[in-house]
C-alpha cells in the first residue's frame, strides 16, 4: 500500500476499499460533526483522511476535508475493481497523481464543484477522458462560477446561448462566440433566456468542445440532499 512519506494513508488509497464504510457515516453530517469528529474518528477510513488533510480547527482545513469527502463519495459508483485497476496501473506516479487530486480538490471554491471533480475522475478512470482532457476540464472547474454550469446544463440542447452567464462561459472556453453567421430569431429559443427584447442585443453563443465532454462527464450527474455545511 503507497503512503506519504510520514506513512500516513493518501487519498487514492481510500479507494481500494468498499467507500460505503467511509460515505455512510458523514453524508447526513453537518459542520458541527466535522468539528468535533467524535463520530467520524470513530470509522477508520475517515480517520485516516483526517490524517491526510492534516485538519486544524480552521474553517479552510474542514472545508478541504468536506470535499474530499464529496470526492470519495462520488467515486462510489465506479466498481472496487475498477478502481483498483487504475490505482495499480498509476503505481509508479502515483505520489504525482494524489498530489495533483488535493491541490485541484483545495483550489475548489465551492462544495458542490467536489462532486463534478469526482464525475470527471470517473470518467478517467473508464478512459471516456484522456488525461489530457482530465486535467484541462479541471482546471476549467476551478475558474467558472458553479451556476453558470447549471445554467449551461440546463440549456445543453439549445443551438445557441444568449446572455450574462453565456457570456461568462465563454471567458472558461465551455462556449464559443458565433462568428462570421448568427441565427435568425426564429431559430432560438429566446423565451428560455428572457431576453426577448434584447435578442438583438445579445452575443450568441454556441457550446464548445469542452462544453461538450464537460455536459456529458461532469454534469451527468449531480447529487442532491448534502447538508448544508
Known amino acids: 500500500m503507497n503512503t506519504t512519506n510520514n506513512n500516513q494513508p493518501t487519498l487514492l488509497e481510500q479507494l481500494r476499499q ?8 458523514i453524508l447526513e453530517a453537518s459542520l458541527d460533526l466535522f468539528i468535533e ?11 485516516a483522511l483526517l490524517e491526510v488533510a492534516k485538519l486544524s480547527s480552521t474553517v479552510s482545513n474542514h472545508f478541504l476535508y468536506c470535499k474530499m469527502i464529496r470526492f470519495i463519495a462520488g467515486a462510489e459508483e465506479l466498481d472496487l475493481e475498477e478502481r483498483k485497476h487504475f490505482l495499480n496501473k498509476h503505481e509508479k506516479n502515483h505520489a504525482k497523481l494524489n ?22 475522475f470517473k470518467a478517467r478512470v473508464l478512459l471516456s477522458l484522456t488525461e489530457t482532457e482530465f486535467y484541462r476540464l479541471s482546471h476549467i472547474l476551478q475558474k467558472v462560477f458553479y451556476d453558470d454550469l447549471l445554467f ?5 440542447n439549445e443551438k445557441v446561448l444568449l446572455g450574462t452567464q453565456a457570456e461568462h462561459l465563454a471567458t472558461v472556453g465551455l462556449v464559443r462566440g458565433i462568428s462570421g453567421f ?14 426577448q427584447d434584447e435578442f438583438l442585443k445579445s452575443e450568441q ?5 469542452a462544453g461538450h465532454l464537460f455536459i456529458q462527464y461532469g454534469l451527468n450527474h449531480i447529487p442532491s440532499g448534502y447538508p448544508d455545511l
Open 18 to 25: 468498499p467507500l460505503k464504510t467511509i460515505t455512510v457515516p
Open 37 to 47: 469528529n467524535s463520530i467520524l474518528k470513530a470509522v477508520p477510513a475517515i480517520n
Open 99 to 120: 498530489q495533483q487530486l488535493l491541490l485541484h480538490l483545495e483550489r475548489l471554491d465551492e462544495l458542490n464543484k467536489a462532486d463534478l471533480f469526482a464525475n470527471l
Open 152 to 156: 449551461l446544463k440546463k440549456h445543453a
Open 182 to 195: 448568427t441565427f435568425a430569431e426564429a431559430e432560438v429559443n429566446i423565451e428560455a433566456f428572457e431576453l
Open 205 to 209: 453563443y454556441v457550446i464548445s468542445k
